[in-house]
Nanobody
Framework: QVQFVESGGGLVQPGGSLRLSCTASGTFISAYVVGWYRQAPGKQRELVANITRGGTTNYADSVKGRFTISRDNAKNTVYLQMNSLKPEDTAVYYC????????WGQGTQVTVSS
């Protein structure tokens, strides 16, 4: 059974950092385009960043220069390093593995607040 599981969310003060992890099981994450999405209360889910199998990255304008997506195929994991966090980054963060089908994780809460 293919699963993508997020971890690393939590509560952080503005200006702080968090690193999210998306770990695949039952498959090799190297075969997938992996995206990080987020959904804030009352808003639509939006793409934050994605990374292709070859390592090409793409970012939403709102996170460029602050967030970095990377992959470690040996650990079957894709990371989202989030720096200089702002209150507007507060959301549930999801990862999605895309290949023939899309596999979504269950989400991890990120709260940026003083």
């Amino acid at each position: 059974q293919v699963q993508f599981v997020e971890s690393g969310g939590g509560l952080v003060q503005p200006g702080g950092s968090l690193r999210l992890s998306c770990t695949a099981s039952g498959t090799f994450i190297s075969a997938y385009v992996v995206g990080w999405y987020r959904q804030a209360p009352g808003k639509q889910r939006e793409l934050v960043a994605n990374i292709t199998r070859g390592g090409t990255t793409n970012y939403a304008d709102s996170v460029k220069g602050r967030f970095t997506i990377s992959r470690d195929n040996a650990k079957n994991t894709v990371y989202l390093q989030m720096n200089s966090l702002k209150p507007e980054d507060t959301a549930v963060y999801y990862c999605k593995g895309g290949r023939m089908f899309d596999y979504w994780g269950q989400g991890t809460q990120v709260t940026v607040s003083s």
